[in-house]
């Protein structure tokens, strides 16, 4: 895979964890489930089992985790193999050489009385 793919995956997978992660309740959100109220008396507690959306969530995490991973390698090995290649931007600018007569001279001697 190229690196671009996988930067694209990584962008989908961070975009989806937030989104994932928002739908989510908080654990203040069921606050009454611990005096009575709701699902309190369930098997599991007032969060449930382990939902869908949790579920989903830690499989998202673990491919943003890998895509993370997989992203370092690519950037290692790839700046290992420019390392024959310059590094910087202002080795590769090309400048004209300005023949002198295309330059208009300015004076710059400094006088200590003023033209008239």
Do not use: C, W
């Not at 962008?11 to 928002?22: D, E, K, P, Q, W």
């Not at 989903?56 to 420019?82: D, I, P, Q, R």
């Not at 931007?89 to 295309?102: G, I, R, T, Y």
């Amino acid at each position: 895979m190229s690196f671009e793919v996988v930067l694209i995956i990584h962008v989908l997978l961070a975009l989806s964890l937030v989104a994932l992660i928002l739908m989510q309740h908080g654990k203040g959100a069921d606050a009454g489930a611990a005096f009575g109220a709701g699902s309190a008396g369930s098997v599991f507690g007032a969060r449930g089992a382990n939902s869908f959306i949790y579920k989903l969530t830690a499989s998202v995490a673990t491919g943003f985790f890998l895509t993370s991973l997989t992203l370092a390698y690519l950037a290692a090995s790839n700046e290992v193999s420019t390392t024959v290649k310059t590094q910087s931007v202002m080795d590769q600018v090309v400048l004209d050489p300005v023949a002198p007569s295309d330059v208009q001279m300015i004076n710059t001697k400094v006088s200590d009385t003023p033209n008239e």
